[in-house]
């Protein structure tokens, strides 16, 4: 008898059909460059069927967004938003230890396949917490919308979320608050992040005199544009003191100061088109490139200046390769009632919670410049963090336990 029970507890642990769910989304293959959105969209849409929650496909931007709707007691209520990106970065099959898109589990449960953790595990996390919402007698009071988004890998600008905020269609949903992903936690903490860092592409083009490699040519292209790099250099020398050099109690974090890298140099003079070069001539043009990521709490239009005081010098000129000029974040104080009811939920379930910055980027950056609050928020800890990398894993526990957590917020937050 205690044989046929434990025997039954073991065989439903190890086939929560969850996981299961979340095995087969991992092996659809919606990685760049050419993602699969049709497979994830007929897979999404069979699971709203099967769960009984109202879904469509709105194709306005160009792929297909799935939009899934449970209907709250007064849905003319501002609603919560779950986002979710459907598309995955490619993975380099030679560095995995198993098929990255096999959903692969190992004796210790951990799930390995690109996109565990980033973000197809909060992808259906959210749809299961859909299905228990649905399954409660009681309705919530607000709509709950579920939006599965493409192109978020590729900046969201493509067909993603960039365009689809700037769709009637994405205006009627009425949003109150959206949640979309975070990070995972090494410790035993949980990360929420309010606000991201505006990415910003600079490039920096310099002209100059030109003349024979043996004499000493002033005013050249390269001179100027060591110039301003070592100006640039220097500020990120600043930043990177403030991160790593500050005082213990000031706790900065990557999302808190500006992140400058120079990613792009080029100069000289190639010779007749090829890979070698003419050393002795001195070449009339020289370029730089830069990546730089600042935090909201920077006013954007003062460091527009600080840029263009940089490139004062005569000769000079620069050009955005990408640029944003709003960077809004989520206010985190008393009168936030979202995030009052956030922190309560948490507190309640003794999790612990660190608010933060996005050190890159994701879709929440439309939506909070849309001027709607937005948390990211991925209930993963004490798992490395791998968004990106080779062996990407989940532990199917950690997945069952991120629904339960959601399930203790989500529904606090759909009756506020
Ligand atoms: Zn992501």
């Known amino acids: ?52 929650i109202e879904a469509e496909v709105y ?30 970065v490619p993975a380099v099959v030679d560095c995995w230890k198993v098929d990255p898109f096999s959903a692969f589990k190992d004796e210790k449960g951990d799930i390995y396949s690109r996109g565990t953790q980033d973000m197809k595990c909060v992808a259906i996390q959210f749809l299961e917490v859909a299905r228990l919402i649905k399954q409660r007698a009681e309705k919530p009071k607000r709509n709950l919308i579920l939006t599965f988004v493409p192109d978020e890998e590729i900046g969201g600008t493509g067909k993603g979320m960039e365009l689809f905020v700037e769709h009637e269609r994405f205006r009627q949903l009425n949003i109150g608050l959206c949640i979309d992903e975070g990070l995972a936690s090494p410790n035993d903490t949980f990360t929420v992040f309010y606000g991201e860092r505006a990415p910003w592409w600079v490039h920096v083009t310099a002209v100059g005199n030109v003349g024979h490699g043996s004499r000493f040519i002033e005013g050249t292209a390269v001179e100027k544009l060591m ?25 900065k974090k990557l999302g808190d100061v500006t992140t400058l890298n120079l990613t792009v140099l080029k100069a000289g003079l190639p010779e ?42 005569e000769g000079l000129s620069f050009t955005f390769a990408n640029y944003t000029d709003r960077n809004e974040m989520t206010h985190l104080n008393q009168d936030n009632k979202w995030w009052s009811c956030f922190q309560d939920s948490c507190k309640q379930i ?50 069952i336990k991120g629904i339960d957590i959601y399930m203790n917020i989500i529904p606090n937050l759909l009756n506020l």
């Open 1 to 52: 008898m205690w044989g046929f029970i434990i025997f039954t507890i073991t065989v439903y642990i190890h086939t929560d059909p969850s996981v299961t769910v979340f095995r087969k989304f991992l092996q659809i293959r919606t990685d760049h460059p050419n993602p699969d959105y049709e497979g994830s969209t007929t897979f999404l849409l069979e699971k709203a069927k099967e769960y009984g």
């Open 59 to 88: 194709r306005g931007t160009g792929s297909p967004i799935v939009i899934m709707k449970i209907e709250g007691q007064d849905p003319t209520l501002p609603c919560v938003c779950l986002n979710s990106h459907v598309d995955v």
């Open 227 to 251: 110039r301003t790099v070592n100006k640039m250099l220097q500020f990120r020398d600043d930043q990177f003191n403030i991160l790593h050099k500050g005082h213990s109690e000031c706790g």
């Open 272 to 313: 007749n088109g090829g890979n070698a070069y003419n050393y002795n001539v001195i070449p009339a043009q020289a370029e730089a490139g830069f990546d730089i990521r600042i935090p909201p709490t920077v006013n954007l239009q003062e460091f527009l200046e600080q840029i263009k005081a940089w490139t004062a010098e």
């Open 350 to 399: 003794g999790i612990t919670i660190v608010p933060e910055i996005f050190p890159a980027a994701t879709d929440s950056r439309f939506i909070r410049n849309k001027g709607i609050p937005a948390f990211g928020f991925s209930p993963i800890n004490n798992t490395p963090i791998l968004l990106h990398d080779h062996n990407e894993f989940l532990n199917e526990k950690t997945f």
